[in-house]
């Protein structure tokens, strides 16, 4: 059974920094694209992050380039997310996805961490 298990997330005061963790049962991510996408409140969906199978290549969304970074960990089958100087128009609700290549579409998708940036 395909999982994905996030966490690391929490209140942070705005400046700070965060990782979150994603970690995958059931596959091996480094067999497949991974993402970030996060959720504000009450806005829709956006992809933060994404990472290529091999590791090799990796996009970001104009909004947190040079403060967070996408990374893997293939021994522990686990995906990152590192950020840094958060501010508030961070804060929402972050999951990973798994894409599913030839579905062209994201088939298996974690619960989600809250990630706050208050002061």
């Known amino acids: 059974e395909v999982q994905l298990v996030e966490s690391g997330g929490g209140l942070v005061q705005p400046g700070g920094s965060l990782r979150l963790s994603c970690e995958a049962s059931?596959?091996?991510?480094?067999?497949?694209?991974m993402s970030w996408v996060r959720q504000a409140p009450g806005k829709g969906l956006e992809r933060v992050s994404s990472?290529?199978?091999?590791?090799?290549?990796?996009k970001y969304a104009d909004s947190v380039k040079g403060r967070f970074t996408i990374s893997r960990d293939n021994a522990k089958n686990t995906l990152y997310l590192q950020m840094n100087s958060l501010n508030p128009e961070d804060t929402g609700v972050y999951y990973c996805?798994?894409?599913?290549?030839?579905?062209?579409?994201?088939?298996?998708w974690g619960q989600g961490t809250q990630v706050t940036v208050s002061s």
């Open positions: 059931g596959f091996t991510v480094s067999t497949y694209a």
């Open positions: 996805a798994r894409y599913g290549g030839a579905t062209g579409c994201y088939d298996y």
């Open positions: 990472i290529s199978s091999s590791g090799e290549a990796t």
